[in-house]
């Protein structure tokens, strides 16, 4: 009778090491949230980032959290967030409540973006954007910092400073224009994709184009998506337009390369489109992306510090592709999060928060990264400026900042003009 009182005694205590001993052992791993459109090159650039950074994190072991170490442990979560934004916050709700991740990095388009937000809130979440550029994300920061202090923004520059270097970009090639082919006020066309992120960047440039000397002969929004621009081209060159200043983010940007190329639209490109920041732009466009013009944050050869290259080779040898700038997941996890944690010994955002939010930290991606009091990325020399890349006889090339406020980085190189521009204007 005691022999069997005793068994059973074994059997209870088995059972309780195999039920609290399991989420003790699971305890041990940070689950890391990566959510983005996954089946787009935006949501590939999240994953591969941030595969990267833990890869590189777990190699040593993992993350000195205190007395211990632990890995990072990758959830993926498709936001189809181009299609869908019931889809995004469905995704952001899973990795709240069934994967019961630590942290969340990603997002990208702007619209799911806030309501992704909004669920990270709610769950007292720390999530580091990469992707969605609207001020009013960390605006949001500023306005009730209890609620939204779980924000920061890792990449990309808010849309106020995309169209401050689109600006800058913009006075360049006309000053080119008018010293090379005798231009003296070119006419400019916007044609940017719809979605909320550009609106204040299109106000922004309506407004300016005047001051600088130019005149603004019109503004097209096709579908980010649109499989067909050829409308917008014929309009765009109807209005004689010298300049066309793009706004892409998604896959609208192919189409228009490619058209514009095959009808060799006599203008000179500056703006932003995101898939020519791709290896794969070249072969999408079927040959015909030269000129296209993006505000980038990686071109082969071009480094911030003495981190960027060696990134851009690792990244390549993984991946087979050059990073996009939603691929600094890998900062947001290595530097920005995993620095904080090793630096507090914690998991807990209340007191990861500060010290995230006080730091510089050097990156891959900037010279030094840095946030404001919104948690917002800080721009200008000496911390993120991003880079401008133009496509020259099939290769990715950057061109700016080449002198900008004393900032140079190497193996940058002039604008081109179309050479059917130069024919049509050359006197």
């Not at 929004?221 to 067909?228: E, H």
Request: hydrophobic letters at 45%; a positive charge; one cysteine or more.
């Amino acid at each position: 009778m005691k022999r069997s009182r005793f068994v059973l005694s074994v059997l209870v205590m088995a059972g309780l090491v195999l039920t609290v001993g399991f989420p003790a052992w699971a305890a041990d791993v940070i689950k890391v949230g990566v959510i983005g459109p996954m089946h787009f090159m935006q949501g590939k650039g999240h994953w591969d980032g941030a595969t990267l950074a833990a890869e590189e994190i777990n190699a040593k072991g993992g993350l000195q959290v205190g007395k211990k170490k632990m890995k990072l442990e990758l959830v993926k979560a498709d936001s189809n967030e181009f299609l869908s934004i019931t889809d995004a916050t469905s995704a952001m709700e899973r990795l709240m409540t069934k994967d019961k991740v630590h942290f969340v990095v990603g997002g990208f388009r702007t619209e799911a973006v806030f309501a992704m937000q909004d669920i990270a809130m709610d769950y007292k979440k720390i999530f580091l954007g990469c992707g969605a550029a609207h001020p009013e994300l960390c605006t949001r920061v500023g306005k009730d910092y209890e609620r939204y202090k779980y924000w920061f923004r890792v990449t990309p520059m808010n849309s106020i400073y995309l169209v401050r270097v689109c600006l800058v970009n913009l006075a360049t090639v006309n000053g080119m224009l008018k010293k090379e082919l005798g231009i003296e006020k070119a006419k400019v066309a916007i044609v940017a994709e719809k979605a909320v992120w550009i609106d204040p960047m299109i106000k922004a440039i309506e407004e300016n184009v005047p001051k600088m000397g130019m005149e603004l002969v019109g503004v097209w929004r096709p579908s980010a998506t649109a499989t067909d621009v050829t409308a917008e081209l014929t309009a765009v060159q109807r209005a004689d337009a010298q300049i066309i200043f793009t706004i892409f983010s998604a896959s609208v940007g192919i189409t228009f390369a490619r058209q514009a190329g095959e009808l060799e639209i006599p203008a000179a490109f500056t703006g932003i489109n995101v898939e020519a920041q791709k290896d794969g732009f070249w072969a999408a466009t079927q040959g015909k992306g030269d000129y296209a013009v993006s505000m980038s944050t990686f071109v082969r050869g071009v480094s911030y510090n003495e981190f960027t290259e060696p990134f851009i080779e690792k990244y390549i040898s993984r991946f087979g592709e050059l990073p996009t700038y939603t691929a600094v997941t890998y900062d947001a996890i290595k530097s920005t999060l995993g620095e904080a944690i090793e630096e507090t010994g914690t998991l807990d955002a209340e007191k990861l928060i500060p010290v995230i939010a006080k730091a510089e930290r050097i990156g891959v991606a900037a010279a030094k990264s840095k946030f404001d009091k919104n948690h917002d990325l800080v721009f200008g020399p000496g911390f993120a400026t991003g880079m401008t890349l133009q496509w020259q006889e099939g290769k990715m090339r950057a061109w700016w900042p080449n002198g900008w406020e004393g900032v140079t980085y190497k193996g940058m190189v002039p604008y081109k003009i179309p050479p059917w521009m130069i024919k049509k204007y050359k006197k």
